[in-house]
């Protein structure tokens, strides 16, 4: 997995993802029936999840400040999926097996 987690890592720093992490799936066991991830995924192994900091400068922008932070979401939850995809298909390459989970 470390060979597979460098090829990830690369992957996020080219695409210029600041925010991502590696997790086992030990760590959502205790979640609700069908939220965990052998609920999507029997054998999962690690979790990945990236994100992309909002600009602050959007919170600052008095009454737009709402309306702004939803376009930029919107743009951002586009964006990642693309990313999410681009990732399990980087990850089936090697081998394993993906699901990507949009939130």
Do not use: H
């Amino acid at each position: 997995m470390d060979q597979i987690t460098g090829k990830l890592k690369a992957f996020f720093r080219e695409k210029n993802i600041c925010v991502f992490g590696f997790a086992p799936v030990s760590s959502l066991e205790t979640e609700p029936s069908g939220s965990r991830p052998a609920d999507l995924l029997p054998g999962a192994e690690t979790l990945i999840c990236l994100g992309l900091p909002v600009p602050r400068g959007i919170f600052k922008s008095g009454e737009k400040a709402l309306r702004l932070y939803w376009r930029t979401a919107n743009i951002y939850y586009r964006q990642i999926d693309a990313l999410l995809l681009q990732a399990a298909g980087l990850l089936e390459g090697t081998g394993e097996t993906a699901v990507p989970v949009f939130g």
